[in-house]
């Protein structure tokens, strides 16, 4: 009785929020195969194969395609693993952005939940197929955690859909000191070089870009999050006034970054695609983006640089890890932050 009477109130309560943020789906296509390269999404064994989920025997509800929808309008795709409480990439176009960080709280999805076709909830409420933002709110001791954006908003077009990127099914806890320093750095870098190499035969930007974590084995926050060993990303584009294809990779370990004076700046050098299928699955078969992205021209400087080059990530690919409510930004979180200066960096 209890049960159907919080059931109850749930819907209650939804039913007095604004609209749901985005909708879980079968296939990304047709909803949301604009924001894939020639509508193809990525190939990962295990997980994704031709466009349809491969979920394991034992838990045939864990990997969710999530069309993540806001405003009534379709913002960016993403791949959700509801075991580890993590996106397993997103993917997403970048035309240009503004400058500017909106004020909005981190929003759930309430389709994961079993509420189906339901209006949005507060990310305070209880969940269990996905993180909540109280998952952030707990300490980990020597480690400082940030929610940290697949799809940035750093890189979002216009207001609202900076605004739909601040969902938890587009986060994954992030070390701070990497997020905000070599990652935060390398989203900069890449977006200069998105500007700058990947216009159209009109002048404007057009970029194709995919963001993805490999979960840890067992490295959790608030004994529900993994806590990702490695972030990564890959983006790709025609360059008509060189008429080809351009491409390139970076991937770096969520771990602690030494800063200070005297201190070397780590950096995310830039790798082909083809190096990142490999450390993404030694034995083959990853796949991002079409082959015209990888028989075009790729971005290979830096590549002796350091972030884990070469590293084996194994098994973890295919999942072997053992409307929304506004409110103001608080004094001193610089967490995901839109509004810094890519040229102080």
């Keep these: 009785m209890m049960g159907v009477l919080n059931h109850l109130s749930a819907l209650l309560l939804l039913s007095l929020l604004p609209p749901s943020l985005s909708e879980v789906v079968n296939r990304f296509d047709p909803k949301c195969s604009d924001f894939f390269l020639k509508g193809t999404t990525p190939n ?5 194969v031709g466009g349809i989920v491969l ?48 004020k909005i709280s981190w929003m759930i999805e309430p389709q994961l939940e079993a509420l189906t076709n339901q209006l949005d909830m507060k990310v305070d409420q209880t969940v269990i197929k996905q993180a ?3 998952d952030y709110k707990v300490k980990i001791e020597n480690m400082e955690i940030d929610r940290g954006h697949l799809f940035p908003c750093l890189y979002a077009p216009d207001e609202d859909t900076k605004k739909s990127t601040f969902t938890l099914t587009n986060a994954v806890p992030q070390v701070r000191s990497f997020n905000q320093g070599s990652w935060r750095t390398m989203e900069c870098s890449v977006r200069k070089k998105l500007m700058t190499d990947c216009l159209d035969s009109n002048g404007k930007i057009n970029a194709y870009v995919v963001t993805g974590a490999v979960p840890s084995e067992s490295n959790k926050l608030n004994n529900r999050v993994n806590i990702p060993s490695l972030l990564w990303t890959a983006y790709c584009c025609y360059n008509h006034n060189q008429r080809q294809w351009v491409a390139g990779a970076h991937w770096g370990e969520n771990q602690w970054e030494e800063k200070g004076k005297g201190k070397p700046k780590k950096t995310l050098p830039s790798k082909t695609l083809a190096e990142l299928y490999k450390m993404l699955n030694p034995d083959g078969g990853v796949k991002v983006f079409p082959d015209d992205c ?6 290979d ?19 072997g890890s053992k409307g929304s409510i506004k409110k103001p930004r608080e004094t001193g979180d610089e967490e995901n932050d839109c509004d810094f200066d890519c040229d102080e960096e």
Excluded at 75 to 91: E, H, Q, W
Excluded at 294 to 299: A, F, L, S, V, Y
Aim: include cysteine.
């Design 294 to 299: 990888q028989n075009g021209k790729q971005d």
């Design 132 to 134: 909540a933002d109280a």
């Design 301 to 319: 400087t830096g590549r002796n640089g350091e972030a884990g080059a070469g590293q084996k990530r194994q098994g973890e690919m295919s999942g």
């Design 55 to 102: 979920n394991p025997d034992q838990d045939p509800d864990r990997y969710k395609l999530i069309c993540q929808k806001y405003e009534g309008k379709y913002r960016f795709a993403t791949l959700y693993d509801t075991t580890n409480k993590i996106p397993v990439f997103s993917a997403y176009t970048y035309t240009d952005a503004p400058e500017g960080r909106p």
């Design 44 to 48: 990962l064994p295990g997980i994704l």
